[in-house]
């Protein structure tokens, strides 16, 4: 997918060549109309001194104007050169980074994290390159059984810094948001730090977020279906139109989040908190509730149809137009 400089450039390369030319021509016809004007005139003219200075000017004109069309094709073409060169050098650097990611050396994978992120960073040509090369770290890294012995609490410091690349890429990039560029489906991603992070329309399908920390970040319409989010943080997140069907998140924290349109359908949420919060239209139909604290919330239009909430606290709730 093009980028705007690189679409501005395009523009630029196809236009450029017939408006010079047709500047170009309509100089040229002037010029030359002049010239024989002068020409004509200097045929006239008794004084021979006077003849020669008209010739030598008309000479002079048509001078200029090639010397000036040989100086703005010039120009073009130096610029194409450097736009070139430049396409050249972010090639190799990518090259480089995906060579890198792939080194024994957590060091080396941390900077060529990095640099893929500084594509997501920018309007570039290798933007969704970069973002679906880190998706893909991310997922077959904490697929191994390995690293899930090793890091069972917290992720290593290379899934971490390609997390924190791909969860700051919308914030910083002149691209528009498109649902579901972000594929973390099946990752292992415990104790992640996803702080503040634009992860609109994001697939964690089937993701294991034990204790990972959501805070504050955007989540809207992100898929956490089958996801295991036991005790993680939703706190002040922004949850709108997102889906947790058939997850497993008990104990987790939903305080103050922006609940609106949510499925929580047949979602394990014993002993979550969902305190202080207002809902709307947020589905519980199925879920497990046992535990789950509903104190001073809002709740409208909320379904609770076949839901185990026997257990719940609902003390100072509000609930407006619901179903139970």
């Not at 060549?17 to 045929?43: E, I, K, N, Q």
């Amino acid at each position: 997918m093009r980028t705007a400089f690189h679409v501005t450039f395009r523009l630029f390369e196809i236009l450029i060549v017939p408006v010079l030319l047709v500047c170009g021509v309509v100089l040229a016809v002037v010029v030359v109309y002049r010239a024989h004007s002068w020409v004509s005139m200097a045929g006239h003219m008794s004084d021979t001194m006077q003849r020669v200075q008209v010739e030598n000017e008309s000479f002079r004109t048509l001078t200029q104007l090639f010397g000036g069309a040989f100086v703005l094709a010039g120009l073009y073409f130096s610029g194409k050169t450097i736009v070139l060169s430049r396409l050249a050098q972010s090639s190799e650097r990518l090259a480089m980074a995906l060579e890198g990611l792939g080194s024994d050396v957590e060091a080396r994978r941390v900077g060529a994290i990095a640099v893929l992120g500084s594509f997501l960073d920018r309007s570039s040509a290798e933007y969704d390159t970069a973002l679906s090369t880190l998706c893909a770290f991310v997922r077959s890294t904490t697929a191994s059984d390995q690293y899930r012995l090793g890091w069972a609490n917290q992720p290593s410091v290379d899934v971490q810094s390609a997390v924190e690349a791909l969860s700051y890429r919308r914030r910083r990039s002149w691209r528009p948001v498109t649902r579901r560029e972000l594929n973390l489906r099946g990752s292992y991603l415990a104790g992640c730090d996803f702080r503040e992070a634009d992860l609109a329309g994001a697939d964690f399908r089937l993701a294991v977020l034990t204790e990972a920390n959501f805070y504050r970040a955007v989540l809207r319409e992100a898929k956490f279906t089958e996801a295991v989010a036991e005790r993680a943080s939703f706190v002040q997140a922004d949850l709108r139109e997102a889906t947790f069907y058939r997850a497993s998140a008990p104990e987790a924290r939903y305080r103050e989040a922006i609940l609106t349109d949510v499925i929580f359908t047949r979602v394990d949420l014993s002993n979550a908190s969902f305190a202080g919060t207002v809902l709307k239209r947020t589905s519980f139909s199925g879920a497990v509730l046992s535990g789950t604290s509903f104190n001073r919330a809002w709740l409208t239009e909320c379904d609770f149809v076949n839901a185990n909430d026997d257990d719940a606290d609902f003390t100072d709730a509000v609930r407006r137009r619901g179903r139970l």
